[in-house]
Structure formats: structure tokens, C-alpha cells
């Protein structure tokens, strides 16, 4: 009997989620008779060492019923463990940056994560749930402002950012410029947005990264769920095709076109909008080991502005995944996967009518290994391979009379390769660490010809001096680096901790653009001998506590970012099918450093929380040529410089399923470039622009409110119902969008450009059976 009470045996728990079956990674383990516990690995395995003997298990998971089980411990065991979701978590406020304990307890810091049964009660425009929208309220993520597409993290550009799709990138991420997420909510199981130095397994931005992941069809039964709103519909059906295979389908639409006749401003109000997406994914589980998906996903938008130019754009995505439990403790993944993003641009003016032609197109494998050692240190490592195909500019004539010249910029081609080794490591109770190593190598490829210029001259198309042709394959060239992440967490006290972060991250893409947002005629392009890749370099640290019971949040976060290799443009750049394009941009370098503040109450019948940011992002033209210093060569405020951010989200839960809501936002308004004089040219008068983004358009304000009211008459009830009446603008204000100079009588007059210069009531229904 002793030597067997010296005896240790190994336990694999597996938790899995009740409803989706997926992995619940970060689960906790809880032995009664020994009162010692662990907590899951990201693919929801506890694997402990434990002498045998009849154990009391208890099972947990936030979200979840505590689930309790009683097992004989008499040979190395493995269980698998489901858990119920929580019906109440549809009724709970949980928008905010962490979730319960894990802004304490977690190494990493500046993540926020989203709760999607909360964001289809959230007041919203026009009715429809948005994801960059619940996410632009939260600190440290802007936006360029109303009906601008993309977002804004930390003082970075949207196209540096990556949002992850199941595993792949999306190049755009905006329905009806920027009124919408191109994402259908439904879908989407998690979403969490990381705004510091993420896991070194993954690169190519060098702002944020956005992990999105979609649902697995049920394994139960067939069900259907969707929405209605005034512009919209959607509608998501899943169950089992066999019992070892799910599906999942969900759509999207829009007809937004009577509602766009609807606004005060005459270049929405006589547009034509049009926007569908639609997704498909299979999930095929042999065995416990083995699961397999296979998902695929489309959007398309058309708008058509008053006049003679109709815009396209097209999303494909296509992801297949292998997940394969090697044994308790380690765990393969392999992913192949391929997005394009397609641009048409018709011209329908007779005389002139035309097709512009642009487009990204990604391929990529990926492997991914996750070991266990034990509970207190885990391993990643991987590699990946990525193909690059671009075509930044093609027109060509349409119809039997267009005057336009057919015109082509050479598609492009690159080769992105990349290998990392992450670690996870609990060094004391108090004290964890994770360390992270990327490697990233760049290759440009022909067919292409890259100018050469004359020495100590501005590249310009007068300063050519000679040509070099690769042909097809040929390197023209080639970018490599390290890219260390660091982050390290120490806990004060029980509900206290203080958390520190730095990292390096590259990218080889640009996404050419000189407006404030993200418009259609933007395209992307990869990095050459004149635009080599950008570097960041970020440090944060923050402090983090809980008070009673985890009802109260609070935070603060401060950030240091330095930028290297960025792009500013030239006055009077021109962008569109440039042969030359480097002749139209020049260096620069970037700083962004910022304060953020919050606190959140999570619990009880009033919930909310409060943000504020102070923030800086500036930007500095780096060229040994005068008539090239943007600003003299010293740093000025980038476009989407915002210095003061705030945002408070509050929710009050009513009686007889009814439940309040509002948000109230308010930033500094982004730099403009006003005249400051004028001079006369043969006899007509010029306006003058001294100084790049000195002046500011006025600061935005905004308060929404939504009262929400779900039809169940217990959180058992399957088939329901959740009405949400919301108000968007509520005190109507006129948020300027950009501020336009024109010449009138031989005077300079301005005057503002609001998107929606109203309030905007909207209902929305949400049906579950």
C-alpha cells in the first residue's frame, strides 16, 4: 500500500463547450480530496500527474455551469468533460476589454474581447450589430469617422492592422464605405482584438492584430437564427449532415437604397448601394484526435455614386484546417487558405466609359505545433509560406466610342516565409512570462522592371537614368528580420497585476491611399527596392485590478510606438496607375505614444464601462531634399492624430425582459490642411498651403440609446425572439466629416461635410429556433 500511494498516474481531462463541442482552453480543473487544480491549454486539455484513487472533479469555465464529476483514478486516464453554456450569458453586459479574472490572471495585456450575444443589443446604426463598431468604443481603436471604412489602433493605420478570419486575412473589412462590418455577426463565435506586442505566431502588421473564428455547426439538431433591420437581412441555418459531420451556412443582404434618399446631404442621398456576403463551413470530427474544417466565405458591394462611376468589390476566402490531438499534451495544426480582394471601377459617362481594374490575392500554409510540458509552461512553434499576387492598376475602354487610353501596371508578385518559437511560462505563483522569437524573410519577383534614378536627385520620371528587367521568378528583392516579443506579468495581490510588453513586427504590404479613410480606388502594394517593409517597435506597461468579486474593472495602459520606413505622399501625387510609383511618395518615420484609462462594472442590473484615451500619432518626412521636407522635416500630426478619446457604455437590465443602453463618444477631430493665404498665377488666384495637417476639423460627439426586449418566457426556451429599438445621434448633431474650400466671387468660402447630419431611429429583430 505505500509503494501504490507513491504511485502517480497521468489524467487528461479534454473540456469541450456542451452545444459547439469546441475546445474551451482555459478551463479549470479542481480536485476536492487534494485540493489542487490546473487549467486548460488553448486546445482545451488539463493534463495532470495525481497518485491514484476516487477523485472529485469540479470543472470550470467562465461562462459555463460548474460541472461536478466523480471518476476512479486506477490506470492513466483520459476524460472528456462537456460544459453547458450559461443561458444567462445572453442576458449579461459583457462589451468589454477582458473577461472575468483574465485581466489579472492573463500574461498578455491590451487585449479586448467581444461578447456576441451582447453586441445585437447594443444601439447601432441602422439597426444592424456591427463588430468594428462595439469595438471602436472600446480604448485605444478609432475610426477616421462616420461612413469610413476600416480602423485605427494606437496611433496605426487601418492597413496595418490584420484581421484573421478563421485563420485569413481580410484586405477589407467595410459594407457601403464603412457603414458596415463585412463580417455577418452571426457567424462569429470569439472576437478579440490585441493592441500590443501579440504572440510572436503571428506577423505581416504591425498595428494590431483581429482574431476572429467562426461557429461550428451544431451536433445536436438543426437550427435557425437571424435578423431583420431596416436595411438589412441575414439568416444562419446549422446541424448535423452525419453524426461525425456539421454544417454551418449563413447570409447576408442589404437594400439600403430607400433609406439612402432618406439623408440631408446630396452625394448620399442620390447614391445606389448594394452589398451581400455569404459564408459556408463543414466540420468533419472522426474521432476525439481529429477534427477537420473546411470553410469558405463571399462578400460583394456595389455603389454608385450620383453621376457616372459605379464601384465593385469582391471578397473570397477559403480556409481548410487540420487539428490533430497527438497525444494528451501535444497538439498539430495544419492550414491552407487563400483570400482575394478584387476592385472594379466602371466609368458609364458616354464618351468615357471605361473598366479600372485592382486586386490582392494571398495563398499561405501553415503548421503549428502546441506542447504541454506541464501546467505551468507551454510551448508554440510554426512555420508558414506566403504568396502574394497583386495588380495595383489596369483600365481599359468599354463601349464602340469611350475616348480612354487602355492602360496596365505590371502585376506584381512576393514571397513571404516566416518561422516562430513562443513560449508560456509560470516562473512563481506570482510571476509569468511569455517569450516569443519570429523570423520573417521577403522576397520580391519578376517578371517587373525597376527604375533607376540619378544620384543626389529626387526620383522623379525626368531623373531616370537607366532600367533593369526581371524576368518571370527572378528575385529583384529581398527583406528579412528578427521580430522578439516579450510580456511579462507580476501579481501585486490577489486582485492586482503589473503587466509589460514589447515586441517587433514587420510588414510588406502598404495599402496606397492618401484620404483620411479607406475608399474604393485604394490599392495594395508589396514592398520593392524603393518601399522596403515597415518596422515597429512598441513597449507598453499597465496596471490591472479587480475589486469585489470581479463586479469592477479598472485599468490603465500606457504605449510607446516607433516607426520606421512609412510613407507620406508628395503635393499633387499621382497615384492612380503610376508606372513610377515611388516617384509620387516619400520616407518618413512615425511615432504614436498614449495613455489609456478605464473601468468597468460587470455585474449586477446596472453594468457599463468608461474609457478614456490621451494619444498621440505623429509623423516625420525623413529626405536629404529640401524641396521634398513635408513641414520642414519636423514631426507634424498624421491624419488619424486623435489626442483626447472618450467613450461610456451603459446598460440597465429592466423588468419583464426589457434592457436600456447608450453610448456617448467623444474625440478630437482629425487634422486638416486649411489654406492660409494666396498668391496669383497668370492672372487667377491660387490657394496656398504652407503647413500639412496644422488645423483640425471640430471634435465629434455622439450619444445613442436602445431599449431591447427579449420574448422568453425562461432561459430554457429555444425558439425566441430579441426586438431592439435604437436611436443613433439622438441629439442630432452635425459631426463634420471634412471640411472643402471652394472659390466664390473672388472669396475663399468653406463650408463642412456631415455623413449624417440627423439622428437616426432604426428597429431590428433577432430570431433563435
Given at each position: 500500500m505505500p509503494a501504490r500511494a507513491q504511485q502517480r498516474l497521468r489524467l487528461s481531462v479534454v473540456v469541450r463547450d456542451g452545444v459547439t463541442k469546441k475546445p474551451v482552453s482555459g478551463a479549470s480543473l479542481f480536485i476536492a480530496e487534494t485540493k489542487s487544480g490546473a487549467r486548460a491549454d488553448s486546445a482545451g486539455v488539463i493534463s495532470i500527474s495525481h497518485p491514484p484513487g476516487v477523485l472529485t472533479l469540479y470543472v470550470s469555465a467562465v461562462g459555463y455551469i460548474r460541472g461536478r464529476e466523480t471518476i476512479t483514478l486506477d490506470f492513466n486516464k483520459r476524460v472528456e468533460y462537456l460544459l453547458q453554456p450559461r443561458s444567462t450569458d445572453l442576458d449579461e453586459v459583457d462589451v468589454r476589454a477582458t473577461r472575468e479574472d483574465k485581466n489579472i490572471k492573463a500574461v498578455q495585456m491590451g487585449e479586448i474581447q467581444l461578447s456576441m450575444p451582447e453586441l445585437k443589443r447594443m444601439p447601432v446604426i441602422l439597426g444592424e450589430p456591427d463588430i468594428l463598431k462595439a469595438l471602436s468604443l472600446q480604448a485605444g481603436v478609432t475610426t477616421a469617422g462616420e461612413g469610413a471604412g476600416g480602423f485605427n489602433v494606437r496611433g496605426g493605420r487601418a492597413d496595418q492592422n490584420l484581421v484573421l478570419l478563421d485563420g485569413a486575412p481580410l484586405f477589407n473589412t467595410s459594407h457601403l464605405l464603412g457603414f458596415y462590418t463585412n463580417v455577418n455577426p452571426d457567424l462569429v463565435q470569439d472576437v478579440s482584438l490585441n493592441k500590443g506586442a501579440f504572440s510572436a505566431q503571428y506577423g505581416g502588421r504591425v498595428s494590431s492584430l483581429l482574431l476572429m473564428s467562426s461557429r461550428n455547426g451544431n451536433k445536436e439538431g438543426w437550427r435557425v437564427s437571424g435578423g431583420l433591420s431596416p436595411v438589412s437581412a441575414r439568416v444562419l441555418v446549422d446541424g448535423p449532415v452525419h453524426k461525425k459531420l456539421t454544417l454551418l451556412a449563413a447570409g447576408?443582404?442589404?437594400?439600403?437604397?430607400?433609406?439612402?434618399?432618406?439623408?440631408?446631404?446630396?452625394?448620399?442621398?442620390?447614391?445606389?448601394?448594394?452589398?451581400?456576403?455569404?459564408?459556408?463551413?463543414?466540420?468533419?470530427?472522426?474521432?476525439?484526435?481529429?477534427?477537420?474544417?473546411l470553410s469558405g466565405y463571399r462578400s460583394q458591394d456595389n455603389f454608385r455614386f450620383p453621376g457616372d462611376?459605379?464601384?465593385?468589390?469582391?471578397?473570397?476566402?477559403?480556409?481548410?484546417?487540420?487539428?490533430?490531438?497527438?497525444?494528451?499534451?501535444?497538439?498539430?495544426?495544419?492550414?491552407?487558405l487563400y483570400s482575394g480582394y478584387h476592385l472594379n471601377v466602371d466609368g458609364v459617362t458616354p464618351g468615357l466609359t471605361f473598366r479600372f481594374r485592382s486586386y490582392i490575392e494571398q495563398r499561405e500554409g501553415k503548421i503549428d505545433i502546441f506542447y504541454t510540458l506541464n501546467q505551468k509552461h507551454k510551448v508554440q512553434m510554426g512555420v508558414n509560406a506566403i504568396r502574394y499576387d497583386t495588380q495595383t492598376g489596369n483600365v481599359?475602354?468599354?463601349?464602340?466610342?469611350?475616348?480612354?487610353?487602355?492602360?496596365?501596371?505590371?502585376?506584381?508578385?512576393?514571397?513571404?516565409?516566416?518561422?516562430?518559437?513562443?513560449?508560456?511560462?509560470?516562473?512563481?505563483?506570482?510571476?509569468?512570462?511569455?517569450?516569443g522569437l519570429r523570423y520573417s524573410a521577403f522576397v520580391s519577383l519578376g517578371p517587373k522592371t525597376v527604375y533607376r534614378y540619378a544620384e543626389n536627385e529626387p526620383t522623379s520620371p525626368e531623373t531616370v537614368i537607366d532600367s533593369i528587367r526581371y524576368g518571370k521568378g527572378q528575385t529583384a528583392q529581398t527583406y528579412g528580420g528578427l521580430e522578439p516579443?516579450?510580456?511579462?506579468?507580476?501579481?501585486?495581490?490577489?486582485?492586482?497585476?503589473?503587466?509589460?510588453?514589447?515586441?517587433?513586427?514587420?510588414?510588406?504590404?502598404?495599402?496606397?491611399?492618401n484620404t483620411t479613410?479607406?475608399?474604393?480606388?485604394?490599392?495594395?502594394?508589396?514592398?520593392?527596392?524603393?518601399?522596403?517593409?515597415?518596422?515597429a517597435d512598441q513597449v507598453s506597461v499597465g496596471l490591472f485590478q479587480n475589486l469585489r468579486d470581479n463586479m469592477y474593472e479598472l485599468s490603465v495602459e500606457g504605449y510607446y510606438k516607433r516607426l520606421q520606413n512609412q510613407i507620406e505622399y508628395r503635393y499633387g501625387a499621382n497615384l492612380i496607375l503610376n508606372q513610377m510609383l515611388e516617384t509620387a511618395l516619400v520616407p518618413a518615420a512615425g511615432r504614436a505614444y498614449g495613455v489609456e484609462f478605464g473601468i468597468s462594472k460587470n455585474k449586477g442590473r446596472l453594468t457599463g464601462q468608461f474609457n478614456y484615451t490621451y494619444a498621440r500619432s505623429l509623423i516625420a518626412v525623413q529626405t536629404?531634399?529640401?524641396?521634398?521636407?513635408?513641414?520642414?522635416?519636423?514631426?507634424y500630426p498624421s491624419y488619424i492624430d486623435r489626442p483626447n478619446t472618450l467613450n461610456a457604455q451603459v446598460r440597465l437590465a429592466l423588468s419583464h425582459n426589457w434592457t436600456f443602453s447608450t453610448n456617448f463618444v467623444y474625440y478630437t477631430g482629425v487634422p486638416a490642411t486649411y489654406p492660409d493665404g494666396q498668391y496669383t498665377y497668370n492672372d487667377e488666384p491660387v490657394q496656398d498651403y504652407s503647413r500639412r495637417n496644422a488645423d483640425r476639423i471640430p471634435d465629434y460627439h455622439r450619444l445613442d440609446i436602445?431599449?431591447?426586449?427579449?420574448?422568453?418566457?425562461?432561459?430554457a426556451q429555444k425558439r425566441y425572439g430579441i426586438w431592439t429599438l435604437g436611436i443613433y445621434n439622438l441629439y442630432a448633431h452635425k459631426n463634420p466629416y471634412s471640411i472643402y474650400f471652394t472659390r466664390y466671387n473672388q472669396r475663399t468660402e468653406s463650408y463642412r461635410l456631415s455623413v449624417f447630419g440627423t439622428l437616426i431611429p432604426s428597429i431590428a429583430y433577432n430570431f433563435y429556433f
Amino acid at each position: 500500500m505505500p509503494a501504490r500511494a507513491q504511485q502517480r498516474l497521468r489524467l487528461s481531462v479534454v473540456v469541450r463547450d456542451g452545444v459547439t463541442k469546441k475546445p474551451v482552453s482555459g478551463a479549470s480543473l479542481f480536485i476536492a480530496e487534494t485540493k489542487s487544480g490546473a487549467r486548460a491549454d488553448s486546445a482545451g486539455v488539463i493534463s495532470i500527474s495525481h497518485p491514484p484513487g476516487v477523485l472529485t472533479l469540479y470543472v470550470s469555465a467562465v461562462g459555463y455551469i460548474r460541472g461536478r464529476e466523480t471518476i476512479t483514478l486506477d490506470f492513466n486516464k483520459r476524460v472528456e468533460y462537456l460544459l453547458q453554456p450559461r443561458s444567462t450569458d445572453l442576458d449579461e453586459v459583457d462589451v468589454r476589454a477582458t473577461r472575468e479574472d483574465k485581466n489579472i490572471k492573463a500574461v498578455q495585456m491590451g487585449e479586448i474581447q467581444l461578447s456576441m450575444p451582447e453586441l445585437k443589443r447594443m444601439p447601432v446604426i441602422l439597426g444592424e450589430p456591427d463588430i468594428l463598431k462595439a469595438l471602436s468604443l472600446q480604448a485605444g481603436v478609432t475610426t477616421a469617422g462616420e461612413g469610413a471604412g476600416g480602423f485605427n489602433v494606437r496611433g496605426g493605420r487601418a492597413d496595418q492592422n490584420l484581421v484573421l478570419l478563421d485563420g485569413a486575412p481580410l484586405f477589407n473589412t467595410s459594407h457601403l464605405l464603412g457603414f458596415y462590418t463585412n463580417v455577418n455577426p452571426d457567424l462569429v463565435q470569439d472576437v478579440s482584438l490585441n493592441k500590443g506586442a501579440f504572440s510572436a505566431q503571428y506577423g505581416g502588421r504591425v498595428s494590431s492584430l483581429l482574431l476572429m473564428s467562426s461557429r461550428n455547426g451544431n451536433k445536436e439538431g438543426w437550427r435557425v437564427s437571424g435578423g431583420l433591420s431596416p436595411v438589412s437581412a441575414r439568416v444562419l441555418v446549422d446541424g448535423p449532415v452525419h453524426k461525425k459531420l456539421t454544417l454551418l451556412a449563413a447570409g447576408r443582404i442589404a437594400f439600403p437604397n430607400y433609406l439612402l434618399q432618406l439623408f440631408p446631404t446630396a452625394s448620399v442621398k442620390n447614391s445606389r448601394a448594394f452589398f451581400y456576403d455569404g459564408s459556408l463551413k463543414l466540420t468533419y470530427t472522426p474521432d476525439e484526435r481529429n477534427t477537420i474544417s473546411l470553410s469558405g466565405y463571399r462578400s460583394q458591394d456595389n455603389f454608385r455614386f450620383p453621376g457616372d462611376t459605379l464601384y465593385g468589390w469582391k471578397t473570397d476566402v477559403l480556409t481548410s484546417h487540420w487539428s490533430f490531438l497527438i497525444r494528451s499534451n501535444l497538439q498539430l495544426n495544419l492550414t491552407a487558405l487563400y483570400s482575394g480582394y478584387h476592385l472594379n471601377v466602371d466609368g458609364v459617362t458616354p464618351g468615357l466609359t471605361f473598366r479600372f481594374r485592382s486586386y490582392i490575392e494571398q495563398r499561405e500554409g501553415k503548421i503549428d505545433i502546441f506542447y504541454t510540458l506541464n501546467q505551468k509552461h507551454k510551448v508554440q512553434m510554426g512555420v508558414n509560406a506566403i504568396r502574394y499576387d497583386t495588380q495595383t492598376g489596369n483600365v481599359q475602354p468599354t463601349g464602340d466610342n469611350s475616348s480612354i487610353n487602355a492602360k496596365q501596371i505590371n502585376p506584381e508578385r512576393g514571397r513571404e516565409l516566416g518561422a516562430y518559437l513562443n513560449t508560456e511560462w509560470e516562473l512563481t505563483p506570482k510571476i509569468s512570462l511569455q517569450a516569443g522569437l519570429r523570423y520573417s524573410a521577403f522576397v520580391s519577383l519578376g517578371p517587373k522592371t525597376v527604375y533607376r534614378y540619378a544620384e543626389n536627385e529626387p526620383t522623379s520620371p525626368e531623373t531616370v537614368i537607366d532600367s533593369i528587367r526581371y524576368g518571370k521568378g527572378q528575385t529583384a528583392q529581398t527583406y528579412g528580420g528578427l521580430e522578439p516579443r516579450l510580456a511579462l506579468r507580476v501579481q501585486l495581490a490577489k486582485n492586482t497585476a503589473l503587466k509589460a510588453s514589447a515586441g517587433r513586427t514587420r510588414q510588406y504590404l502598404n495599402l496606397i491611399s492618401n484620404t483620411t479613410s479607406i475608399t474604393p480606388l485604394d490599392f495594395w502594394k508589396i514592398s520593392d527596392r524603393y518601399i522596403p517593409p515597415q518596422i515597429a517597435d512598441q513597449v507598453s506597461v499597465g496596471l490591472f485590478q479587480n475589486l469585489r468579486d470581479n463586479m469592477y474593472e479598472l485599468s490603465v495602459e500606457g504605449y510607446y510606438k516607433r516607426l520606421q520606413n512609412q510613407i507620406e505622399y508628395r503635393y499633387g501625387a499621382n497615384l492612380i496607375l503610376n508606372q513610377m510609383l515611388e516617384t509620387a511618395l516619400v520616407p518618413a518615420a512615425g511615432r504614436a505614444y498614449g495613455v489609456e484609462f478605464g473601468i468597468s462594472k460587470n455585474k449586477g442590473r446596472l453594468t457599463g464601462q468608461f474609457n478614456y484615451t490621451y494619444a498621440r500619432s505623429l509623423i516625420a518626412v525623413q529626405t536629404p531634399f529640401d524641396e521634398l521636407r513635408i513641414n520642414g522635416g519636423a514631426y507634424y500630426p498624421s491624419y488619424i492624430d486623435r489626442p483626447n478619446t472618450l467613450n461610456a457604455q451603459v446598460r440597465l437590465a429592466l423588468s419583464h425582459n426589457w434592457t436600456f443602453s447608450t453610448n456617448f463618444v467623444y474625440y478630437t477631430g482629425v487634422p486638416a490642411t486649411y489654406p492660409d493665404g494666396q498668391y496669383t498665377y497668370n492672372d487667377e488666384p491660387v490657394q496656398d498651403y504652407s503647413r500639412r495637417n496644422a488645423d483640425r476639423i471640430p471634435d465629434y460627439h455622439r450619444l445613442d440609446i436602445a431599449f431591447s426586449k427579449d420574448t422568453r418566457y425562461n432561459k430554457a426556451q429555444k425558439r425566441y425572439g430579441i426586438w431592439t429599438l435604437g436611436i443613433y445621434n439622438l441629439y442630432a448633431h452635425k459631426n463634420p466629416y471634412s471640411i472643402y474650400f471652394t472659390r466664390y466671387n473672388q472669396r475663399t468660402e468653406s463650408y463642412r461635410l456631415s455623413v449624417f447630419g440627423t439622428l437616426i431611429p432604426s428597429i431590428a429583430y433577432n430570431f433563435y429556433f
